[in-house]
């Protein structure tokens, strides 16, 4: 089955000690979407990648950084983990939102970050 | 940015119909509104999608009123296995700026036997 993946689905990293999650497709979709969601709050999008086109929101912070180095796989880095970071971090991905069905997101499971 | 507002919880019983309202008053003309479903520990799940009036599917209606500045999702004869947190989406990235998708706070709901 078409599907996003997730690797792995928990991740523990010590303060400040670089970690970096991995997203992988099959549905050969061009945008990819990372998003982070801490405990009973909503998904706050960090970035995505229309193809290799990297797009920012404004207020991620500086230490989250993203690789996109084929269609099928995404990397979301984040360079110096605070306990702040805690959270799930989830992978989505949609086709060219300019079709008809507007880029309905198709999730992946998630990574599970705890920071020691 | 469209900010959204939903109810934080909802309760209901099985087989009844439940029907969860969320406000996105600054709503821009290219926006969507979409719906996603998350259960504990998953990834959320695309449920509908519309801009205007009414969309259905095998799972969902969407209303979406005429002044589009609100919509509500429709479940009708809801189960158990309905329970999850219900997420309202508004935002199209694709219009000039580049305005985020944003979603709302997302609503409990509790299906009881």
């Known amino acids: 089955d078409a599907m996003v993946i997730q690797n792995p689905r928990y991740q523990v990293t010590q303060f400040g000690k670089p970690v970096t999650l991995s997203c992988s497709q099959t549905l050969n979709h061009n945008v990819m979407y990372w998003y982070q969601q801490k405990s009973s709050q909503a998904p706050k999008l960090l970035f995505h990648y229309y193809d290799k086109d990297f797009n920012n929101e404004a207020d991620t912070p500086d230490n989250f950084q993203s690789r996109r180095p084929n269609t099928s796989f995404c990397f979301l880095d984040i360079r110096s983990p605070g306990l702040g970071d805690a959270a799930m971090y989830l992978c989505?991905?949609?086709?060219?939102?300019?079709?008809?069905?507007?880029?309905?997101?198709?999730f992946g499971p998630g990574t599970r970050l705890t920071v020691l | 940015l469209a900010k959204t507002t939903q109810p934080i919880s909802m309760d209901s019983y099985e087989g009844q119909e439940v029907n969860i309202t969320c406000s996105h008053n600054?709503?821009?003309?290219?926006?969507?509104i979409t719906w996603y479903q998350q259960f504990p520990s998953q990834g959320p799940r695309f449920i509908i999608q519309g801009y205007k009036t009414k969309v259905t599917n095998e799972v969902a209606s969407l209303f979406i009123p005429a002044d589009r500045k609100s919509s509500t999702l429709s479940l009708p004869r809801v189960s158990l296995s309905d329970t999850a947190v219900y997420y309202c989406l508004v935002g199209d990235l694709w219009n000039t700026g580049r305005r985020a998708l944003t979603f709302g706070s997302g609503t409990r709901l509790q299906v009881q036997p």
């Open positions: 600054n709503i821009a003309t290219n926006d969507y």
């Open positions: 989505a991905t949609s086709r060219d939102p300019r079709a008809p069905a507007r880029g309905e997101q198709f």
